[in-house]
């Protein structure tokens, strides 16, 4: 990895990630492995004007040791000075970047009972900060490559090899090479062309289906649209969530999901990778998971019962088959990546942004949308060479949005 690279990606992240502005904080949340990269980014965030950037360390080993050793209750509080650094975000939203080059096995040996029931513990008490923060600051997920992670995808090559395929891969993906603002300005540009074609069909359902089982219906609020890309905050400052993003996506009725959904690719859950499984939905629920290994199919049972909105969509979102992420033949074994390969949805929170005016809602009206509420948020990928998905729109005529596993439209 050259330097030069690196300066230019962490320039990026600053300028067109989270798109600092003047007297902003920033909050980088970034593995000690990447040390010298997260200090990159510390001081474009400065450059670009940042009054203040602090940084939260992480490390994979030391997070598989707390779940060994600590006792499920101590590891399920929510002390205070914990409580109140959310306080302190929810009132200065700050920018988030977060650098991610996790260790797809970091907690294979763990205890995944013990992992979800801390998740569900914990998640309500954040989510209560969390939630009044939506729509409000710039985040923004970037991926830079770990050798755990390298060797995970390349186990024949040596180390150094390995590192490099990875870099080369999150290089192509994430659209890093030659004028990297120039290359992002495009690709915004044309996934926002085509949310201007979807939201211009008006549409009232999608119906999936492939030959993996897929076949399933969701039904879209009337009040939504299709995002994409770069998002803007209530305040009027537009950012990059994800780096790489290939996705069209909105927020359906939660109430509508009818009929099973398999998923094309292998999930990573709380350092597990998930595969081969899929959800029955009744009445936009969730009534049934589907797995072939029972360890799994527990977790996701338990992921679906986190709470009441974790067992309904929060989003749908339409990438094609012919995504560069996919075109590289690699299963990434990390969302970031994955779930910007092909079609995925997601069961738990939806999102506020896809609503015009949101903020200008009253709670009763906000209450009163079919926007699905949850602490949690987890992708899973559907798209396969095959899939269909037409829509159902409101003039009551039908259009084919996919055919073969991308764009019809």
């Not at 499920?72 to 959310?86: N, R």
């Not at 801390?118 to 770990?146: C, D, L, N």
């Amino acid at each position: 990895m050259k330097k030069s690279d690196l300066e230019k990606y962490a320039r990026l992240i600053a300028r067109k990630g989270v798109n600092v502005q003047p007297g902003q904080q920033v909050i980088v949340n970034v593995g000690v492995q990447d040390a010298e990269f997260g200090r990159m980014v510390v001081k474009e965030c400065y450059a670009a004007g940042a009054a203040k950037v602090d940084v939260d360390w992480s490390d994979d080993t030391m997070t598989a040791m707390h779940y060994q050793y600590a006792d499920q209750k101590a590891l399920s509080e929510f002390p205070k000075w914990e409580a109140e650094k959310w306080k302190y975000k929810a009132k200065h939203l700050p920018c988030l970047i977060y650098i991610d080059s996790s260790d797809p096995d970091a907690m294979n040996a763990i205890d995944q009972d013990k992992m979800m029931a801390v998740r569900r513990a914990r998640s309500p008490k954040i989510w209560k900060f969390r939630k009044p923060m939506e729509g409000h600051y710039q985040w923004t997920i970037v991926a830079m490559p770990s050798p755990a992670w390298a060797k995970k995808l390349f186990p024949e090559d040596t180390e150094k090899s390995a590192m490099e395929k990875l870099w080369k891969a999150i290089m192509k993906t994430a659209r890093l090479e030659g004028d990297l603002v120039r290359n992002w300005d495009a690709h915004t540009k044309s996934l926002a062309d085509k949310c201007a074609a979807l939201n211009a069909l008006h549409i009232k359902k999608l119906k999936y289906k492939n030959s993996l089982g897929t076949d399933f219906t969701v039904g879209l609020m009337p009040e939504a649209i299709f995002c994409a890309g770069s998002e803007t905050t209530f305040e009027g400052v537009t950012f990059l969530p994800n780096m790489p993003t290939e996705e069209c996506f909105t927020s359906p009725d939660n109430r509508t999901a009818e009929g099973v959904v398999m998923a094309a690719l292998p999930l990573s859950l709380m350092g597990k990778v998930v595969k081969d499984f899929g959800f029955r939905f009744e009445k936009g629920k969730v009534v049934e998971v589907i797995a072939r290994n029972e360890e799994e199919k527990q977790m996701l049972e338990s992921l679906v019962a986190m709470d009441e909105g974790a067992s309904r969509l929060g989003e749908v979102a339409l990438v094609p088959f012919t995504s560069p992420v996919n075109e590289t033949g690699l299963l990434f074994y990390n969302t970031l990546f994955d779930e910007n390969a092909v079609c995925h949805l997601a069961i738990g929170m939806g999102f506020n942004d896809v609503i015009p005016g949101y903020e200008k809602m009253t709670e009763e009206e906000q209450a009163a949308l079919p926007l699905n509420d949850s602490s949690v948020h987890t992708d899973f990928m559907i798209g396969t060479a095959d899939l269909s998905i037409i829509s159902e729109n409101e003039d009551g005529t039908e259009t084919v949005i996919f055919k073969d596993g991308t764009w019809a439209i």
